[in-house]
């Protein structure tokens, strides 16, 4: 029988890309399937007291956001998946600029009207993005940020991990992150991060 698992990203963060990359891995060896959709760190950031270039990063993260949200809504969940591996591939491994020349390369890559970053550029979207958001987040609180996975109508912030694990690895993190999961009186497990998000 097929896992559904529901994954909350903001396309800007480098975390959220290597959960995501796992997940397609347990793909692969595990009969589950994941429907990606959008969380935005600035709208989790909003009207909060933030260091200056951190603020910076938030502003300028609506429009990738919006954008990702307005695939989405044109595409379905099947393109937005496409159009998060095309942006996530050059924001993270590639390191491109987080900016809208990037956009509109990723939207080239999957095919998709740049009439869509048209959209994203102004507050058309704001709701649609604040309501996607809050049905990821609600559910953790908004002391954590992206990425939340779903499973089995339970929902938890992370895992946070690097590199992303392959093959049986990948379905047996999978296999523990589902049992803590659960468990409804479960709340967090923690380490400090040594590493930076390893790309491969």
């Known amino acids: 029988m097929t896992t559904s698992v529901d994954f909350w990203f903001d396309p800007t963060c480098p975390w959220a890309w290597m959960t995501s990359r796992w997940m397609l891995e347990v793909e692969k060896v595990r009969d589950v399937e994941t429907t990606f959709h959008i969380m935005s760190l600035s709208v989790l950031n909003d009207g909060r007291d933030l260091p200056g270039d951190y603020r910076k990063a938030m502003d300028n ?46 939207l080239a890559d999957v095919g998709f009207s740049s009439e869509l970053l048209d959209i994203a550029r102004t507050d058309e979207l704001n709701d649609a993005l604040r309501a996607s958001h809050h049905e990821g987040m609600d559910p953790v609180g908004d002391e954590v940020g992206t990425p939340v996975v779903r499973v089995n109508g339970m929902s938890l912030f992370g895992p946070v991990i690097s590199p992303a694990p392959k093959g049986e690895e990948a379905g047996e993190l999978f296999d523990g992150f589902v049992k803590v999961t659960a468990y409804p009186g479960f709340f967090e497990l923690k380490r400090t991060r040594t590493v930076d998000p390893i790309f491969d």
Not at 61 to 83: I, K, M, N
Not at 86 to 97: D, K, N, S, V
């Open 61 to 106: 993260a609506w429009v990738p956001a919006r954008t990702a949200l307005a695939v989405e809504q044109a595409h379905g969940s099947q393109g937005l998946r496409d159009f998060y591996t095309a942006i996530g591939t050059r924001f993270h491994p590639g390191g491109e600029p987080k900016d809208e020349a990037t956009i509109l390369k990723a």
